[in-house]
């Protein structure tokens, strides 16, 4: 009895690259496939106000923004990590944080995966130091915020009860922008920040 063919685990991306999401290779990952996937998925599952989806690429650059506000002598490769941070998301899209929860460790476990290989890929670390992880998860908390209470319908009791209230981030005003925006956007951060997009041999 002949075995059945084994389930596809790649994703082939308009950069021409395929990549196997169950075991990333640097080799396969390209920024403007990221900034393109990035521009185009919606956070907070599109429960947002404004004319276009606030996309993860904006969430990214949000974060990033917000780690030079917390920490303004971070150097520029962590402040590349920020802005990376949910590169993921690419390819996985954008769950919720209680649907993560949910699914359990497999799906972090693949987030993970894939977020290593993005970071080689671009000269960082695979495991970034464990001071860098907890500033820009700190940022991301207080992008949360700014988005739960700006863009997502939240109150800000609710927000300060499910995110923590930040401080000093009164003047971080948030427009969605469109996906063509986003991803310009995404992109010339990236290369501000030093990232590295030639292509891999």
Known sequence: MNAAPAARAWQRMLSGRRLDLLDPSPLD???DDIAHGLARVARWNGQTSG???F???QHCLLVEQVTGKLAPKTQRPWRLAALLHDAPEYVIGDLISPFKAAVGL???ALEQA???AIHVRFGLPAEL???TTHLIKRADRIAAYLEAVQLAGFGEAEAKRTFGRPRRMESVRLRP???DE???RFMARFTALGGNARKPQ
């Open 29 to 31: 990952i390209e920024i």
């Open 51 to 53: 004319e276009c989806a």
């Open 55 to 57: 996309s993860v690429a």
């Open 106 to 108: 497999d799906y972090k």
């Open 114 to 116: 894939l977020l290593r």
């Open 129 to 131: 130091p464990a001071t």
């Open 177 to 179: 922008v469109s996906a």
């Open 182 to 184: 986003a991803k310009a």
